[in-house]
């Protein structure tokens, strides 16, 4: 992820999880990759998957709010752009 590449981290994550579906880690990562292509239906489900074996981890809950964040703001910009076309 900090290379910038997000469709490689996802690869190696979903790798992780078929070895270990447990990894929190990895689900928490796929998540961040997921959210950085703005999947945010699939960033959730990661993310509640990591807090299934974490509950209470600071940094998913985080991350979890973030992506319903940055969610609707996506929605509210799409809002913005299509009604601008129909005038």
Same mark, same amino acid.
């Given at each position: 992820?900090?290379?910038?590449? /997000?469709?490689g981290a @996802? *690869?190696?994550?979903?790798?992780? &999880? @078929? &070895?270990? /579906?447990? +990894? /929190? ?7 961040? *990759? &997921?959210?950085?292509?703005? +999947? ?8 509640? +998957? *990591?807090?299934?074996?974490? /509950? ?6 985080? *991350? @979890?709010?973030?992506? +319903? ?19």
């Amino acid at each position: 992820l900090k290379t910038g590449d /997000p469709i490689g981290a @996802l *690869a190696l994550c979903k790798k992780v &999880l @078929l &070895l270990d /579906p447990q +990894n /929190p880690k990895a689900q928490y990562r796929a998540g961040l *990759a &997921l959210l950085e292509m703005k +999947n945010f239906e699939e960033a959730r489900s990661s993310f509640m +998957n *990591a807090l299934k074996i974490q /509950p209470n981890d600071k940094q998913i809950l985080s *991350a @979890l709010r973030k992506t +319903n964040e940055r969610e609707k703001k996506c929605v509210h910009d799409e809002k913005r752009l299509f009604s601008n076309m129909f005038r």
